[in-house]
């Protein structure tokens, strides 16, 4: 910036009227108070005013407008003199441009002509947005993505490309330095956080970077932070936000599918143990079924033997008694009992050398003739 | 007379303050001036803020900037060294440490850019074109595995953005001087793909998703299979030694039972013989039965007798 203008520019000032400013409303008032008593004076005789004869009243009128003029100026100086800091507010004061105080919020004095103000909100959180920019602020709020990704996609550790928005907050934490040390603090901050982000995502490798949003937040802070300060910016990052951590829109579809593989994976193996839930619990109950029928099977066969051998016992002691008899009212019983059981009975007579010779035993019971 | 006298005095004093006007200037904080007498420089330059001396009229002075700048450079299509095209994008931070020198060589902030255009950018051209893409993407501090796993397939960093950025700042910080500039940092602001390496970079992330894809569901498949396996193979365990030891408990059973009847029926063979002929003619004669039985049975022999 140059400025070879004389006297020196005072920046943006927001206190009295500068000396130029000053002088030219004196100036002025001057020449009017001239023009005006020519006319006064020497208007009715036609001379034009100013020039040769000066009006004798002149002198009179000329201290009576000066005396309003310096009143004027003084009323206006003492006014400009204080003023108030907001609060949340720094007052930072330069006295003929340096540096003099900074004054607290509260109504403060400040030395008229001499002492610039320059007022400085330090409570506001600034915020700056990344790879998108609200559109319509509000309950529900409006983004608008589109047309930023140049400032959100990036390249991760692994060749990758990754598309991040986040927005950085940071307040002033020092009036003076916020003014004096860096030319475009906004810029400043936008640029920095730009390239701490992206060193910290080239560190990492994609999916590392897509699940590990906090490690990305914490790494930018500090990086940003530690630039700004050797910038002596004057600034404090209050946080760095990752909103959206995405594939590249072109890449997303294929993101998605690996999501329904995931769930896939995961159905599959439920469907198995689904299947073993069903088979397996079953099984075992069946097995202990097929052991108890065992012991069931062991202890009735014991018994049937002990309650057979307990009869044939019992029938063989009588049997040694009389056993002859025995033997043949026992054959005679099972005959009774056998004989109407069966479907037919052949009686065959001994001197008979063969069987019936006109009789077909192949045939049915109803079609043979019962031999009887 | 007395008035003109009055007008003189008034133009008098007017002067006066004109001059003395003149004869100071003020230097407001961030900025830095330089004395010029007619164009030509007076003295050394003017850091401290505040109020200053010079000779009115004659002198003149001109203000620069203290405060830290910024320059940023026209995104560069780049190719690295392993042939990826690249936009990068640099930006400097960058004040005038020597008012003098800037006034003279430079004149103004707008020329300061245009020069830094051309120091910066060829530097950082030059350095982006001997190095790999990794180089560019990584720090220097990067460690492999901490937060990406393929450590040993990579390739290794040499040097690393920051030390990249370093060495550009090097190389520039030597031209710089002789304006009066001094660069404060250099920074890769934005490392991209040109379009046409995008679209090549994105199959191959998409061939990659496709590649895990696969490779989960294979694996769920793989999973289910095991699984299904294991049915198998505990049901037939269940099953076999649950049959196993029921076998067991039978035949002991089974034992028991035939000592049983073999120490009861030992004590008189033929007996058991006839009894249990007995009852086996009981339960296998039925209605399937045809018997054919001579008349000289013991059963029928007094049928014949009658005869």
Known sequence: ?372 | MNSILRFFVIGIVLALIVTIWDGFFILPEGQQAVVTQFGAPVGNPVVDAGLHLKTPFVQDVALFSKKIMIWDGDPNQIPTKDKTFVYIDVTARWRISDALRFLQAVNNEIRAQTILDDIIDSSARDLVNKNDLVEIIRSSDWVPGESSKDAELEDKITLGRDKMEDMILKTASQATPKYGIELVDVMFKRVNYIEKVSLKVYQRMISERKRIAAEKRSFGEGQKAEILGKVQRELKLVTSEATQKAQQIRGEADAEATKIYADAYSKDPEFYAFMKTLESYETTFGKNTKLVISSDSEFYKYINKLK
């Open chain 1, 1 to 372: 910036m140059t400025n070879q203008d004389q006297p020196p520019q005072w920046g943006k000032k927001k206190g009295p009227a500068s000396p130029e400013e000053f002088i030219a409303a004196f100036l002025k008032k001057l020449k009017e108070s001239f023009e005006g008593g020519g006319s006064k004076f020497g208007g009715g005789n036609g001379n034009p005013s100013g020039g040769d004869g000066v009006p004798p009243g002149l002198g009179g009128a000329l201290s009576k407008i000066l005396i309003v003029v310096v009143a004027l100026v003084v009323v206006n100086a003492l006014s400009a003199s204080f003023y108030t800091i907001e609060p949340g507010e720094r007052g930072v004061v330069m006295r003929l441009g340096k540096f003099q105080k900074i004054t607290q919020s509260g109504l403060n004095f400040k030395v008229p002509l001499l002492d610039t103000l320059y007022k400085v909100d330090v409570e506001t959180v600034r915020k700056e947005e990344f790879g998108f920019r609200t559109r319509v602020p509000g309950q529900k709020t409006v983004y608008d993505k589109r047309g930023y990704q140049t400032e959100s996609l990036m390249l991760t550790g692994d060749k990758n490309v990754i598309d991040v928005a986040w927005i950085v907050q940071y307040k002033v934490r020092d009036p003076l330095k916020f003014l004096i040390k860096v030319a475009d603090p906004r810029q400043a901050v936008r640029d920095v956080s730009e390239k701490a982000i992206r060193q910290v995502v080239g560190n990492q490798d994609f999916d590392y970077a897509l699940q590990n949003r906090e490690v990305i937040e914490t790494r930018t802070t500090l990086d940003l932070q530690k630039t700004l300060d050797i910038y002596e910016s004057g600034i404090k990052i209050v946080t760095v936000k990752l909103q959206d951590v995405n594939p590249p829109e072109a890449v997303k579809p294929a993101f998605n599918e690996v999501n329904e593989a995931d769930q896939d994976m995961k159905r599959l193996v439920n469907e198995a143990e689904e299947t073993y839930n069903k088979v397996i619990p079953k099984a075992k109950g069946s097995a202990k079924q097929t052991i108890e029928e065992a012991y069931g099977y062991a202890i009735e066969r014991t018994n049937l033997a002990k309650g057979e051998v307990a009869r044939f016992l019992n029938i063989l002691k009588e049997y040694s008694g009389a056993k002859e008899v025995t033997r043949r009212r026992m054959y005679l019983e099972t005959m009774e009992k056998i004989l109407p059981e069966v479907d037919s009975i052949y009686m065959l007579d001994e001197s008979q050398k063969s069987i019936l010779p006109f009789f077909d035993i192949s045939k049915s019971g109803k079609q043979g003739m019962p031999v009887k």
